[in-house]
T-cell receptor, first 117, second 109 residues
Framework: ETGVTQTPRHLVMGMTNKKSLKCEQHLGHNAMYWYKQSAKKPLELMFVYSLEERVENNSVPSRFSPECPNSSHLFLHLHTLQPEDSALYLC????????????????FGAGSRLTVL | GQNIDQPTEMTATEGAIVQINCTYQTSGFNGLFWYQQHAGEAPTFLSYNVLDGLEEKGRFSSFLSRSKGYSYLLLKELQMKDSASYLCAVTDSNYQLIWGAGTKLIIKP
């Protein structure tokens, strides 16, 4: 496996289900991200784990819960979702320095397409 | 507020040249990225500009004017495989990435 892999690629769930999205990066990067991509809208950053520190976007509803057990794995736990949460969820990784500088190039996974009924 | 504007959709002919524009209003500037995303696939990095001018990489070039808050991606000798969405993103003064909604490019034979 190379790059960033996401599973499952497609997920259909009811509003009362609990499911998880998984992301694994094989690049040795030290930062991982969850993005939400909806049609014709800009990518929305949901969560970042950088240098083992979680940086959270406060506008993300609590029904989304991230977990980063190590620098290579990232999960997004889903619980009691709403139909408007249907979207493509993209995971990405990058290598960040200790100081903010330079080009932080993201490597994305192919995404998990989520449909909430 | 912070904003990135790019056209929603463009159509071009195989073998031709197309320019995709991106204008931005952000709190500070620390670089501009272009990504390509084929339908159902991951966005992939194309280019990064932090200084004014043109960066050429094969058939693709990216231009930046910081004073005008403007960039463009130029694609030459278009091929059918260039049909994709092209995402513009700017790093602001806090090194946060601000994304545009993307431009869907349709290539016709």
């Amino acid at each position: 496996e190379t790059g960033v892999t996401q599973t499952p690629r497609h997920l259909v769930m009811g509003m009362t289900n609990k499911k998880s999205l998984k992301c694994e990066q094989h690049l040795g990067h030290n930062a991982m991200y969850w993005y939400k991509q909806s049609a014709k809208k800009p990518l929305e950053l949901m969560f970042v784990y950088s240098l083992e520190e979680r940086v959270e976007n406060n506008s993300v509803p609590s029904r989304f819960s991230p977990e980063c057990p190590n620098s290579s794995h990232l999960f997004l736990h889903l619980h009691t979702l709403q139909p408007e949460d249907s979207a493509l969820y993209l995971c990405a990784s990058s290598q960040v320095g200790e100081g903010a500088s330079g080009a932080n190039v993201l490597t994305f996974g192919a995404g998990s397409r989520l449909t909430v009924l | 507020g912070q904003n990135i504007d790019q056209p929603t959709e463009m159509t071009a002919t195989e073998g031709a040249i197309v320019q995709i524009n991106c204008t931005y209003q952000t709190s500070g500037f620390n670089g501009l990225f272009w990504y390509q995303q084929h339908a159902g696939e991951a966005p992939t990095f194309l280019s990064y500009n932090v200084l004014d001018g043109l960066e050429e990489k094969g058939r693709f070039s990216s231009f930046l004017s910081r004073s005008k808050g403007y960039s463009y991606l130029l694609l030459k000798e278009l091929q059918m495989k260039d049909s994709a969405s092209y995402l513009c993103a700017v790093t602001d003064s806090n090194y946060q990435l601000i994304w545009g909604a993307g431009t869907k490019l349709i290539i016709k034979p």
